[in-house]
């Protein structure tokens, strides 16, 4: 069944290249298309269009469809387009002329716009919430290991004294930005398009308010036009909020890769954790953290995949639009299940004592040294270029016995005020 079939059979070949894989991408929005097929029965019984009898019929069939999905037998058969003809066609098995009239005043277009904007939202903040999780769990290894010194890098090579707590918050401090990103996005998507139809709205009465209400969107997305447009604008937004976020995951799962290696060894994690080589056996391989690495960095070339899918298209509806869906919500699926892995294994994490006393780190306080100077009265140029000399004449002494203390640095983490900052 197509909610377009106008009785005219349709070429094979194109019904498969059309359809493509839409049946079983189309099961990750089936919820929301009957939440908002309630939404819009309800509309047409308030404005006059369907008897309140009839909704009544139609929603004793979508409470019916619900506990199918909840149980999984909800199923889109081959025979079916997509989850909207199947949703239809039951309607209209079961109820005969009264499932007909579901379609009335609305069009596939705004019925599966209205389903994503539905499923981005609660997909975004569930993944906000584990954003949160882990931003908590980071903030309680800072306080935990913050007086455990860790080296700082720059350029790859020992620069400056730094800590375990640092390195933590400063991860939880990143993540604050990405959720002003998420929370962007959020808004974006938080707008009712239901009632644009098929891009230039409806002769009929309809009241747009009702079903944003009924719904819990903020707003509508009142031009008709516009709504439509909002169609790979949306999923734009979202994708570039899901790389900001995998851009600072991608980053720290790369840190963790990297301290866990022989030549650094700062930290490890229990061999349930890691896995291991077919031919050496000393292998404790950190394939969980490579694997965030490359699955973060896959999702960040999503938006670069939904503006060359969309950059050029004038407005109204084209199906270019149908390519957006499955690496969408692939990306947002592959998100959820990062934070939640990352959460997991970073509370298992296994912080090591490093040992200043090795040549390698040397030099590691030989700016605190230059500062100790200052505070005697020399000049910073000066005292820079004492410390040099003695680095170049091999008489330099390692070690010092100067604190940091202003706000953010190892001395002074400011954990409190960072938790703060979260955006409520």
């Known amino acids: 069944m197509k909610l377009w079939d106008k009785g005219i059979d349709i070429d094979k070949k194109i ?17 929301y298309d009957v939440m908002a097929s309630q939404a819009h029965a309800k509309m047409l019984e308030s404005v006059g269009l369907i008897s309140s009898e009839e909704l009544q019929l139609l929603l004793k069939e979508f409470e019916a469809m619900e506990q199918q999905l909840e149980q999984g037998t909800f199923i889109i058969d081959p025979q079916f387009e997509d989850v909207h003809s199947k949703i239809e066609f039951d309607l209209i098995q079961n109820l005969g002329d009264v499932g007909k009239k579901i379609h009335t ?10 389903a994503l904007h539905l499923y981005y939202k609660e997909q975004l903040l569930e993944i906000r919430s584990k954003v949160r999780q882990f931003f908590d769990t980071l903030l309680a290894l800072a306080e935990t290991h913050k ?5 700082g890098y720059t350029h790859l090579q020992v620069a400056m004294p730094s800590s375990f707590g640092l390195w933590f918050s400063a991860y939880a401090e990143q993540l604050i930005d990405d959720v002003h990103v998420l929370d962007a996005a959020i808004k974006v998507v938080d ?21 944003t209400k009924a719904l819990g969107f903020s707003t509508m997305k009142y031009n008709v036009v516009a709504a439509q447009m909002s169609r790979g604008k949306s999923e734009r937004t979202v994708a570039m909020a899901l790389g900001s976020l995998s851009n600072t995951l991608s980053r720290f799962a790369m840190d963790i890769c990297l301290y866990m290696s022989q030549n650094f060894d700062f930290i490890g994690f229990p061999d349930q954790l890691t896995t291991g080589s077919s031919i050496m056996p000393h292998k404790k391989n950190p394939d969980v953290f490579e694997l965030i ?4 960095n896959k999702i960040q070339a999503l938006p670069s995949e939904m503006i060359l899918i969309t950059n ?24 959820t299940s990062i934070l939640e892995i990352f959460n997991y294994s970073i509370n298992q994490i296994q912080v090591k004592s490093i040992e200043e006393s090795d040549p390698k780190y040397k030099f590691m306080y030989s700016v605190d040294k230059i500062n100790a100077l200052v505070e005697q009265g ?3 140029r000066e005292a820079y270029q004492q410390i040099g000399q003695q680095i170049n004449a091999g008489s330099y002494q390692p070690g010092s016995t100067k604190t940091h203390t202003h706000e953010g640095s190892m001395g002074n983490l400011c954990l409190d005020q960072i938790k703060a900052k979260f955006p409520k």
């Open 105 to 114: 005043a609305r069009s596939r277009n705004d019925q599966v716009l209205v």
């Open 293 to 296: 690495r490359g699955k973060c």
């Open 378 to 380: 020399i000049s910073f």
């Open 312 to 335: 050029n298209l004038p407005s109204g509806y084209h199906r270019d639009y149908q390519l957006l869906k499955e690496n969408m919500m692939s990306g947002i699926e592959n998100m």
């Open 191 to 211: 707008q009712n398009p239901l009632g644009s139809a098929a891009g230039y709205g409806s002769s009929f009465p309809i009241d747009r308010e009702f079903t």
């Open 15 to 31: 019904e498969q290249f059309t359809v493509g894989n839409d049946r079983e991408i189309d099961m990750h929005i089936a919820q």
């Open 147 to 151: 007086d455990q010194v860790l080296p």
